[in-house]
């Protein structure tokens, strides 16, 4: 009978997602190295993973170390389809899931002994099902906390599943890199690496307090209790998302402003009617931009009451975009999203606004999103995306 110290988390990930669903699909691209997204790579398969291919890399830079690659576009719906799929299967599993994104969950399977067996038959029926019943590959770490599951899932990549046990938890974690630990990015690693510092164990040897002056109080205590396995964090369920948001990747090609307007426009369009459906509302707007050296920047501006109108969003996303004019001629610009945050329901009480006033924008966004749920998405459109490829019915990037 397990206890509660047992590992019962399972962090599953669905693996290469976009390429997978796209290999699913199409029996030509099996077994090839594809390429999902052309300016900008935003998703490739294991086979072109091995030739060095890596998401955020520009098109032409893929194609050059792997020419023989399939370039195939986006296709959002059926990624959202096959995602809508595997999360079925996960709740079929336990109702305890907590989605992390498009494509990967954890699941606290504590519970299901006495009818579903140990842990790590639960996580071998789920990765076939998930491939019996959606098509796809999925790779499933089971430990004793939040973070070790997840850290096994990567270790066990692709299409594979690692148990750790607690008598082996310090044991399988602390060889890893440091760059296992969640919030280590580059920078951070180079902090670390600048003293010597390369896997978990060297991380844990050292106490807290050398950490914290090493890489600031915050992030100093959270590795420390990382390199440790200490995560006390549950399997929540039911959590309402924090943000809505899309981003678009825009190659290399340079872009003026105009047309950069009409990307935010789009995106905004989506984000806003996305918010709209889910009956919340915003307080603050959130530009995302990533330049030509990889860098990225962000820029929000918080609202003096929530909202769900599309002109008040755009009108605030356009004054971040020209603010942010000067950074993009200097740097070149690759990738622009816009995110809503501080979400609340839109029934939930709110501060009126005097005057008290019929609201046209909101009569407006009400009949536009009625027109696009009858007729589709591109069936109305903004003038200034006629004839663009940043239209609604290209396919944007999930938040």
């Not at 047992?6 to 796209?22: G, K, N, Q």
């Not at 790579?41 to 060095?52: I, N």
Request: proline share 6%; glycine share 8%; net charge positive.
């Amino acid at each position: 009978m397990p206890v509660a110290d047992d590992a019962t988390i399972l962090h599953a990930d669905l693996d290469a997602f976009y390429a997978s669903v796209e290999q699913r699909d199409d029996p030509r691209l099996r077994g090839r190295p594809v390429i999902v997204g052309g300016g900008v790579v935003l998703a490739a398969s294991y086979e072109a993973k091995a030739m060095g291919v890596r998401t955020a890399m520009s098109g032409r830079q893929a194609l050059r170390i792997c020419p023989h690659a399939a370039v195939v576009d986006p296709r959002m719906s059926a990624y959202s389809v096959a995602s809508k799929a595997v999360f079925e299967v996960f709740r079929d599993t336990t109702p305890l899931v907590e989605g992390l994104s498009i494509d990967e969950a954890f699941l606290d399977v504590g519970g299901l002994w006495r009818i579903a067996g140990t842990p790590a038959d639960i996580a071998r029926r789920l990765r076939a099902d998930v491939l019996a019943e959606v098509g796809l590959p999925i790779t499933v770490g089971v430990a004793r906390t939040k973070f070790l599951a997840k850290v096994a899932s990567a270790v066990a990549k692709p299409d594979g599943l690692l148990v750790v046990p607690p008598d082996g938890e310090l044991a399988f974690l602390h060889p890893l890199p440091v760059e296992r630990l969640w919030g280590v990015g580059p920078v951070t690693a180079g902090k670390l690496h600048r003293h010597g510092i390369r896997t978990v164990e060297q991380v844990a040897e050292l106490d807290e307090q050398g950490l914290t002056a090493m890489l600031g109080s915050a992030s100093g205590r959270h590795l420390h209790a990382l390199a440790h396995n200490r995560d006390p964090r549950p399997v929540r369920t039911g959590r309402r998302r924090r943000s809505i948001g899309a981003q678009r990747a825009l190659g290399r090609r340079s872009r003026s402003p105009g047309e950069l307007e009409a990307v935010v426009a789009a995106l905004v369009d989506r984000v806003a009617r996305r918010l709209r459906t889910a009956d919340r509302v915003c307080r603050t707007v959130v530009l995302r931009l990533r330049f030509d050296d990889y860098t990225r920047a962000t820029r929000s501006r918080s609202l003096p009451l929530a909202t769900a109108e599309t002109e008040t969003i755009l009108l605030t996303a356009r004054r971040l975009l020209g603010a942010a004019m000067p950074a993009i001629g200097l740097r070149g610009l690759t990738l622009v999203g816009v995110a809503l945050g501080n979400l609340t329901d839109a029934a939930a009480p709110a501060q009126l606004e005097l005057p008290f006033e019929a609201n046209p924008s909101g009569s407006l966004d009400a009949a536009l999103d009625d027109l696009r749920d009858r007729f589709g998405a591109s069936s109305v459109t903004r003038a200034t995306l006629l004839g663009s490829r940043d239209r609604p019915s290209v396919p944007l990037l999930p938040d």
